[in-house]
């Protein structure tokens, strides 16, 4: 995509919206590499002419994500890898803990389960950051998201244990630093 194509073609396309070049271009070429990656590793196929088709059927792809408007940053987040490797972690170790915390309730009947419903803040800015923060929660043993209202979420949290360290904002706070990063 250059900026003559967007200007000759965007009467013909009128999802091309004014962009700057260098994103269109950016999220373009990322989501083509990665399209024609998982193309690669699914087909298992590498003679030339199912390259090629391969190849096609990506463009076609792209073009097609393009129209609908679906290469945005909420779409294709890409900007989240930055910090995406430390949140991981974080996030995979928080994981391990309530999984044995849960595993340790239910081996142990004598430890208390107190299921209730609580609302924590979500100070994310984007929608995305706000579902990446609904999903974490529902992914940790013991809670799950309930539903999301702008700059709320109602988490059903198994313990009270669990319910004190999402009122306690640490995962909020991750999820609020890996979406300022990108």
């Known amino acids: 995509f250059t900026l003559q194509f967007h200007d000759k073609f965007s009467r013909l396309l009128p999802c091309l919206t004014p962009i700057p070049e260098g994103i269109i271009v950016y999220r373009a070429l990322t989501l083509s590499i990665l399209l024609f990656a998982i193309w690669l590793v699914w087909s298992g196929h590498y003679t030339p002419l199912l390259l090629f088709f391969g190849a096609i059927s990506c463009a076609l792809v792209l073009l097609l994500s393009h129209r609908m408007k679906i290469v945005d940053p ?23 803990q309530s999984n044995i915390d849960i595993a340790r309730r239910i081996l142990d009947p004598r430890l208390p389960i107190a299921p209730r419903i609580i609302r924590v803040k979500a100070s994310q800015k984007t929608h995305l950051g706000q579902v990446i923060y609904a999903n974490s929660i529902t992914l940790t043993p013991g809670t799950v998201s309930v539903d999301i209202e702008e700059g709320m979420i109602e988490v059903h949290a198994l313990t009270e244990e669990a319910a004190k360290e999402l009122l306690d904002g640490e995962m909020d706070r991750r999820v609020t630093r890996l979406e300022n990063e990108g």
């Open 74 to 96: 909420e779409g294709h987040p890409i900007h989240l890898l930055k910090g995406s490797p430390s949140f991981a972690l974080w996030l995979t170790w928080a994981l391990v």
